[in-house]
């Protein structure tokens, strides 16, 4: 902090905390919580005190604090009411890389416009979020803290995380409370609007809710349905233990407060073969694909043999002329004579006919 810084610092504490209230002014009745907390500013580049627009202007790494609430940004803006009190800050507005504190959370967004004497302020921005050691609120609108009620509200499209499991709603507001030994945490955060609840087992939807950190327990009102997979249950009450997994529906206590649940068993038997319908378009079969081709079987090896001598090409001899066919003289037709009549033969003897033998010569 530069000298100049730090000298008109401690001049704003000094006068926060001993300047009477002046004649004809209205008295603002201010919260408990920040009516006699002193209010510090200071800043790494120095302060700017604007008399004529009655401002003073923090830059680089601007800071304001006021008790446990601290707020930091890349400039801070205070702005006094009085012309004779130059200490009566009314107003601070904080732009650039905003970071509102106060243990066990931080704000941030875009810009904040914190009302001094009434201890509350509105963060607004881009990528909107309050974060705790454990949850986690995000909003697309705004986020407004207020220490009298030590709340944080989030608007528009709000979503808390706590692990895998989410609460989301068009508005969530998230209360503090400190125990007895001094410490400060999260103590509800109530849901309003479209409220859902999603968990790795099932979705929870109602109208309202009510999330309580100390046991982790959630409870919707106003048409609540669960959606387990494909069953789904209805009432109008429902409590989530986002620790154990345990989910219970009521329903009311006169008319039609049943609850009612539509279930799907899963069965372990296979389902019931079911011919198709007839197409009403022409089914085209689609090609078989070629079958493929068989394996043959390897030839048996020859056994080893001695080669066979090489025998000498057999050349036919050249085929033998046909003998020319000797064709016989026609014979010319002669006339048929009668032949000679032969003499009669003379008569044979009477005498016996010898036969001749071996050693007969002829």
């Given at each position: 902090?530069?000298?100049?810084?730090?000298?008109?610092?401690?001049?704003?504490?000094?006068?926060?905390?001993?300047?009477?209230?002046?004649?004809?002014?209205?008295?603002?009745?201010?919260?408990?919580?920040?009516?006699?907390?002193?209010?510090?500013?200071?800043?790494?580049?120095?302060?700017?005190?604007?008399?004529?627009?009655?401002?003073?202007?923090?830059?680089?790494?601007?800071?304001?604090?006021?008790?446990?609430?601290?707020?930091?940004?890349?400039?801070?803006?205070?702005?006094?009411?009085?012309?004779?009190?130059?200490?009566?800050?009314?107003?601070?507005?904080?732009?650039?890389?905003?970071?509102?504190?106060?243990?066990?959370?931080?704000?941030?967004?875009?810009?904040?416009?914190?009302?001094?004497?009434?201890?509350?302020?509105?963060?607004?921005?881009?990528?909107?979020?309050?974060?705790?050691?454990?949850?986690?609120?995000?909003?697309?609108?705004?986020?407004?803290?207020?220490?009298?009620?030590?709340?944080?509200?989030?608007?528009?499209?709000?979503?808390?995380?706590?692990?895998?499991?989410?609460?989301?709603?068009?508005?969530?507001?998230?209360?503090?409370?400190?125990?007895?030994?001094?410490?400060?945490?999260?103590?509800?955060?109530?849901?309003?609007?479209?409220?859902?609840?999603?968990?790795?087992?099932?979705?929870?939807?109602?109208?309202?809710?009510?999330?309580?950190?100390?046991?982790?327990?959630?409870?919707l009102t106003g048409g609540v349905v669960i959606v387990q997979g494909p069953n789904r249950l209805e009432g109008t009450r429902a409590t989530v233990d986002m620790k154990t997994g345990l989910s219970q529906l009521f329903g009311a206590g006169a008319g039609d407060g049943r609850v009612r649940g539509v279930f799907y068993p899963k069965s372990n038997k296979a389902a019931p073969v079911v011919p198709p319908a007839v197409a009403s378009k022409p089914v085209v079969a689609q090609p078989e694909a070629a079958p493929p081709p068989p394996v043959s079987a390897p030839a048996p090896e020859k056994p080893a043999t001695a080669p066979l001598p090489v025998a000498a090409p057999v050349v036919d001899p050249a085929p033998e002329k046909p003998a020319a066919a000797v064709s016989?003289?026609?014979?010319?037709?002669?006339?048929?004579?009668?032949?000679?009549?032969?003499?009669?033969?003379?008569?044979?003897?009477?005498?016996?006919?010898?036969?001749?033998?071996?050693?007969?010569?002829?």
């Amino acid at each position: 902090m530069t000298k100049p810084a730090a000298m008109l610092t401690v001049l704003l504490l000094v006068a926060m905390m001993t300047a009477p209230v002046q004649a004809g002014d209205t008295p603002v009745a201010a919260p408990a919580a920040t009516a006699a907390i002193p209010l510090e500013i200071s800043a790494d580049k120095g302060l700017v005190w604007d008399r004529a627009n009655r401002s003073y202007t923090a830059k680089g790494r601007a800071e304001v604090r006021q008790g446990e609430m601290q707020v930091t940004a890349d400039q801070i803006i205070a702005r006094y009411a009085g012309e004779d009190s130059a200490s009566d800050i009314q107003t601070v507005t904080a732009e650039g890389n905003v970071t509102l504190s106060q243990p066990p959370y931080n704000a941030y967004g875009d810009r904040a416009d914190y009302d001094v004497m009434q201890g509350r302020a509105v963060l607004t921005g881009a990528n909107l979020r309050i974060v705790t050691p454990d949850e986690r609120l995000t909003a697309q609108d705004r986020i407004t803290y207020d220490a009298a009620a030590g709340q944080m509200t989030a608007e528009g499209g709000a979503v808390m995380t706590r692990g895998t499991d989410r609460l989301s709603a068009s508005t969530l507001i998230a209360t503090f409370a400190t125990d007895a030994a001094g410490t400060r945490a999260l103590d509800t955060v109530t849901a309003e609007g479209g409220v859902s609840i999603t968990t790795p087992r099932e979705t929870i939807t109602g109208k309202r809710g009510v999330y309580r950190a100390a046991t982790q327990q959630a409870e919707l009102t106003g048409g609540v349905v669960i959606v387990q997979g494909p069953n789904r249950l209805e009432g109008t009450r429902a409590t989530v233990d986002m620790k154990t997994g345990l989910s219970q529906l009521f329903g009311a206590g006169a008319g039609d407060g049943r609850v009612r649940g539509v279930f799907y068993p899963k069965s372990n038997k296979a389902a019931p073969v079911v011919p198709p319908a007839v197409a009403s378009k022409p089914v085209v079969a689609q090609p078989e694909a070629a079958p493929p081709p068989p394996v043959s079987a390897p030839a048996p090896e020859k056994p080893a043999t001695a080669p066979l001598p090489v025998a000498a090409p057999v050349v036919d001899p050249a085929p033998e002329k046909p003998a020319a066919a000797v064709s016989a003289p026609a014979v010319s037709a002669l006339p048929l004579t009668p032949a000679a009549t032969a003499p009669p033969a003379a008569p044979l003897p009477d005498e016996p006919f010898a036969v001749p033998t071996a050693e007969t010569k002829p």
